[in-house]
């Protein structure tokens, strides 16, 4: 998975506790994507970022919030879990903007009961 | 928003078949289109992808075609093999303010029979 690490790989919370997923990267690219993957809609852009400390939002990044205080982690954050954040979530990295090729993580699978 | 669909969710072929995996498209703006294999457990693959001025792309077994007509986008496997049974994804990258923002279909299961 071209040196992305995510954690934890599953986890299983209760609504309204926080929640953070970590992913690692080896490879140095330069941006950062987070997606959720629910059955029937595909992988939806969460946030991403185009370098320390500069993220942008998706296109259903209501609920998270993600942080990069250094070039290889990119930190995905609920504050206050939901059911409906029960999801895959993947961590992808590019070298480029142009987007096209994006490396993604294995996925960390998320219950919230 | 935007959204890119596919027509058929399961496709399934003898090993040895050509796969033909669709998908249509609405924004006629998107700069890039492009074409990600996910294996069951795993994360999506990069496969091929084609920029809006072309019409056909080929890989290796692969070939991308798009016709900005009628809108379609589809992906050719020659020669289909049990290692390319997967969920395929379609994707577009949009442009203008929105480059670089995948945007990705709802996914075909391709089963390949041995």
């Known amino acids: 998975d071209a040196g992305i690490t995510q954690s934890p790989r599953h986890k299983v919370t209760e609504t309204g506790t926080p929640v953070t997923l970590r992913c690692h990267q080896t490879?140095?690219?330069?941006?950062m994507y987070w997606y959720r993957q629910d059955p029937g809609h595909g992988l939806r852009l969460i946030h991403y970022?185009?370098?320390?400390?500069?993220?942008d939002k998706g296109e259903v990044s209501d609920g998270y919030s993600v942080s990069r205080s250094k070039t290889e982690d990119f930190l995905l954050t609920l504050e206050s879990a939901t059911s409906s954040q029960t999801s895959v979530y993947f961590c992808?990295?590019?070298?480029?903007?142009?987007?096209?090729?994006?490396?993604f993580g294995a996925g960390t699978r998320l219950s919230v009961l | 928003g935007e959204s890119v669909g596919l027509h058929l969710p399961t496709l399934s072929v003898q090993e040895g078949d050509n796969s033909i995996i669709n998908c249509a498209y609405s924004?006629?703006?998107?700069?890039?289109f492009i074409w990600y294999k996910q294996e069951s457990g795993k994360g999506p693959q990069f496969i091929i992808d084609?920029?809006?001025?072309?019409d056909k792309r080929q890989g290796q077994r692969v070939t991308v075609l798009l016709n900005k007509t009628v809108k379609h986008l589809s992906l050719q496997i020659a020669a289909t093999q049990p290692g390319d049974s997967a969920v395929y994804f379609c994707?577009?990258?949009?442009?203008?303010?929105?480059?670089?923002?995948?945007?990705f279909g709802q996914g075909t299961i391709l089963t390949v029979h041995p």
């Open positions: 992808a990295i590019s070298e480029q903007w142009s987007g096209s090729i994006q490396y």
């Open positions: 490879e140095n690219h330069r941006y």
């Open positions: 970022s185009y370098g320390v400390k500069d993220t």
């Open positions: 924004n006629s703006a998107s700069d890039y």
């Open positions: 084609i920029r809006s001025n072309m």
């Open positions: 994707a577009e990258n949009p442009g203008g303010t929105s480059y670089g923002k995948l945007t």
